[in-house]
């Protein structure tokens, strides 16, 4: 918004009168126009794909995946906007690109197949469904956001022929958050670094995720896995105790962040790193957890010691004013984090992996599914997109 704002009052043409309807409708169309472009070239310019590649690394598609994003794409999306910025109110620009936004959630479904007539000219469930697949006839089709007229006019529209797998054609192989959100990052540091000539090394940055040498802009089609539906998703299994135990952690930790933003403005800027840290390394310990990782028990038990260190001094110098929280909820979360630290400290002196049990000590605590897809990962499996293309550089994870 700082970026639109600045153009709008440095260089504007004219201003669009905030009253009339035709402004609004003008805009609508406007910012629906823009996002189709942006993300068109969000899946053709590889370094935009990095960050918008968070977003289809999913294997499911429900409304979560609406909300898995990118920490960085907005610094790459605003500059598809900037031209409304000429004319548009940045009032108006904003309700129509939260409009954008929020109508793109609901699309995430796979409960409603069709919505009739309207399949022509709005962008719904089926025709997102397809944006979303590593099928073949799915690859590079239906960008747009409110819209599909765009798709239709601009040749990248396609419908829902068959049942749609979904994620990378690649797939991450991973539940850890920092993993998704720069894996990409590294591959093209990679590609960058073993591509020979300094034109080429350019072209690795703004051309498509499939692209090599000898290649078209964004690779070729024949380079992508051909799958079908029913495909394997990655899924190493955790029993129901770890499931519960992390949705009852995740409850806790979106109580203390809907804590820090209400009060956010009072809280210092030392404070507000020290809890962006802590909700960063919480998902990652049950990103771990899920991934079967050898030092999973100890992250975890980690975090609950310096999440009981940390309550215990709340209890003796309570924060004041709006900062304070309730004593019997500071001590029942205590108690928790407490428990849970007995829980993870035995785990890990056991030096076993929290699947181990007491009939099979003796087995290793990575299931062979896990081993299967560790091995993939160990031969490059950073997220591609768009005509995908192996390269043939060791990697390794951890």
């Given at each position: 918004m700082f970026a639109y704002i600045y153009v709008y009052d440095h260089w504007k043409l004219f201003t669009l009168p905030w009253n009339s309807p035709w402004t609004w409708l003008i805009c609508f169309i406007g910012v629906d126009f823009c996002y189709y472009w942006f993300h068109r070239m969000a899946h053709e310019v590889n370094v935009i794909w990095?960050?918008?590649?968070?977003?289809?690394?999913?294997?499911?598609?429900?409304?979560?995946t609406a909300l898995r994003q990118s920490v960085v794409q907005n610094y790459t999306s605003i500059v598809f906007y900037l031209p409304?910025?000429?004319?548009?109110?940045?009032?108006?620009?904003?309700?129509?690109?939260?409009?954008?936004?929020?109508?793109q959630f609901w699309i995430h479904t796979e409960i409603v197949h069709s919505l009739g007539p309207l399949e022509y000219i709005l962008n719904t469930p089926s025709h997102h469904r397809v944006h979303h697949g590593r099928n073949r006839y799915c690859i590079d089709k239906n960008y747009g956001g409110t819209l599909i007229i765009w798709d239709r006019l601009f040749g990248t529209f396609t419908p829902e022929?068959?049942?749609?797998?979904?994620?990378?054609?690649?797939?991450?192989?991973?539940?850890?958050?920092?993993?998704?959100?720069?894996?990409?990052?590294?591959?093209?540091?990679?590609?960058?670094?073993?591509?020979?000539?300094?034109?080429?090394?350019?072209?690795?940055?703004?051309?498509?995720?499939?692209?090599?040498?000898?290649?078209?802009?964004?690779?070729?089609?024949?380079?992508?896995?051909?799958?079908?539906?029913?495909?394997?998703k990655y899924d190493p299994g955790v029993p129901a105790w770890c499931n519960l135990y992390c949705m009852l952690h995740m409850a806790i930790t979106v109580l203390h962040y809907d804590h820090a933003v209400r009060y956010r403005e009072e809280m210092?800027?030392?404070?507000?790193?020290?809890?962006?840290?802590?909700?960063?390394?919480?998902?990652?310990?049950?990103?771990?957890?899920?991934?079967?990782?050898?030092?999973?028990s100890l992250m975890?038990?980690?975090?609950?010691?310096?999440?009981?260190?940390?309550?215990?001094y709340l209890e003796v110098f309570p924060p004041e004013g709006a900062l304070a929280?309730?004593?019997?909820?500071?001590?029942?979360?205590?108690?928790?984090?407490?428990?849970?630290?007995?829980?993870?400290?035995?785990?890990?002196?056991?030096?076993?992996?929290?699947?181990?049990?007491?009939d099979d000590r003796r087995k290793p605590a990575v299931t062979h599914t896990q081993e299967r897809w560790e091995s993939k990962r160990s031969i490059t499996t950073a997220t591609y997109g768009s005509g995908g293309h192996r390269l043939n550089v060791q990697s390794k994870r951890e």
């Open positions: 990095a960050a918008h590649q968070v977003h289809h690394s999913s294997e499911e598609y429900n409304f979560t409304l910025a000429l004319a548009v109110p940045p009032p108006m620009y904003m309700v129509h690109s939260q409009f954008n936004l929020l109508y022929t068959e049942e749609v797998v979904y994620g990378l054609t690649h797939p991450v192989a991973s539940f850890d958050p920092n993993y998704i959100q720069w894996c990409h990052y590294m591959h093209i540091l990679r590609m960058t670094w073993v591509t020979p000539g300094l034109l080429n090394k350019l072209w690795v940055l703004l051309k498509g995720p499939g692209w090599v040498p000898g290649k078209s802009r964004l690779g070729c089609i024949e380079d992508i896995p051909d799958v079908h539906a029913p495909a394997e210092s800027a030392v404070l507000m790193l020290v809890l962006s840290v802590h909700f960063v390394y919480t998902l990652t310990c049950f990103g771990a957890l899920f991934d079967h990782r050898n030092r999973a975890e038990f980690g975090r609950c010691l310096y999440c009981v260190v940390a309550a215990g929280m309730s004593t019997l909820l500071c001590r029942a979360v205590h108690f928790v984090f407490v428990a849970s630290l007995l829980l993870w400290g035995m785990q890990s002196l056991r030096h076993e992996g929290f699947l181990s049990t007491a």
